[in-house]
């Protein structure tokens, strides 16, 4: 079991109100496993993925990333674990305006220690996978929306992560930009064996994971 979660729960708090965003969550993710979620917006999808990925604290219960309760461990060790464990993509590209692409590709890597020569070339291999090798020296002022978006994704499976947490990865791209990052999060997970959890509002990207879940109100229904 690769993702434990038991219970998960995170309030908000606005004045005398509170708003539950996930409610009572209990989800096991296997290694390898492609899950997605979809739902209405505002039904807590996003916020779910913050809190598998160590991101928000939740206000009860626990969640477990290879068998550590990660809120269980100090701020740099959990800062090491999501970066030696989890590739995120967000639903912007959160590239560092100030580096090249080549630098952002690079930085998860020298975070984690990595050898500089293979970091460069699994750095190489992953932009030709999306198309934007020739662009390894721009700056992201210099890239469209959707090349931005490509070397977000091609980044976060930089330190072969053993998951992967996608909040609507191709929610403004175009077709073919699409098509290609979904091959791309299908071909890591059938051949480095990275889980995947999507979280999509394309019931068409949904289909195409192994396990489907919605969720509704802040609870996580299982659908196939």
Do not use: C
């Not at 990925?53 to 959990?78: A, F, H, M, N, Y």
């Not at 460069?120 to 999306?130: G, H, I, M, N, T």
């Amino acid at each position: 079991m690769l993702v434990s979660v038991n219970n998960l729960t995170k309030i908000y708090r606005l004045g005398d109100y509170e708003v539950y965003a996930v409610r009572n969550v209990f989800l096991n993710i296997d290694r390898g496993e492609f899950v997605a979620v979809t739902g209405h917006s505002g039904s807590g999808k996003s916020t779910l993925l913050s809190l598998i990925g160590g991101l928000s604290k939740p206000t009860v219960g626990r969640v477990k990333i290879d068998g550590v309760d990660i809120w269980e461990l100090g701020d740099e060790e959990l800062s090491a674990l999501r970066n030696r464990k989890i590739g995120f993509m967000f639903q912007f590209s959160s590239l560092l305006p100030t580096l090249s692409v080549r630098q952002n590709m690079l930085l998860p890597a020298s975070l984690a220690g990595a050898d500089e020569r293979e970091a460069e070339a699994r750095a190489r291999e992953l932009l030709e996978q999306v198309g934007m090798e020739h662009r390894m020296h721009a700056y992201p002022w210099q890239l469209s929306g959707g090349e931005q978006r490509r070397v977000a994704v091609a980044r976060a499976f930089m330190n072969h992560p053993e998951l992967i947490l996608a909040d609507e990865p191709t929610g403004d791209l175009d077709e073919d930009s699409e098509a290609l990052v979904m091959r791309m999060l299908r071909r890591m997970n059938r051949e480095e064996g990275t889980a995947v959890l999507l979280v999509t509002h394309s019931r068409e990207l949904a289909e195409q994971a192994e396990r489907r879940l919605v969720m509704r109100r802040g609870r996580l229904l299982e659908v196939g």
